[in-house]
């Protein structure tokens, strides 16, 4: 049997006590840039911004 693991992470922005669904990734640090690519130059974000929920997914292949 093979199985094969993948690391996601669940993205809430949090602001004044109240999380807000982002997304989920497979890449925090990429989806980050991107992020911040779409905003005004000085209003970028961190990672402290986001509360990232790490998510382990394991996928089985075989059978019998």
């Known amino acids: ?3 094969q693991n993948e690391t996601l992470y669940i993205v809430h922005y949090v602001y004044g006590g109240e999380h ?4 989920i990734t497979n890449n925090f640090d ?4 991107e992020h911040n690519s779409c905003r005004e ?3 970028e974000e961190d990672a402290d ?4 929920e ?6 089985f292949e075989g059978g019998k």
Do not use: N, P, Q
């Not at 790490?54 to 996928?59: A, D, F, K, P, T």
């Open 30 to 33: 990429a989806w980050l840039k």
């Open 54 to 59: 790490e998510v382990e997914i394991s996928y």
């Open 1 to 3: 049997m093979s199985e």
């Open 49 to 52: 911004d986001f509360d990232v």
């Open 20 to 23: 807000t669904f982002e997304g």
């Open 41 to 43: 130059e000085g209003t």
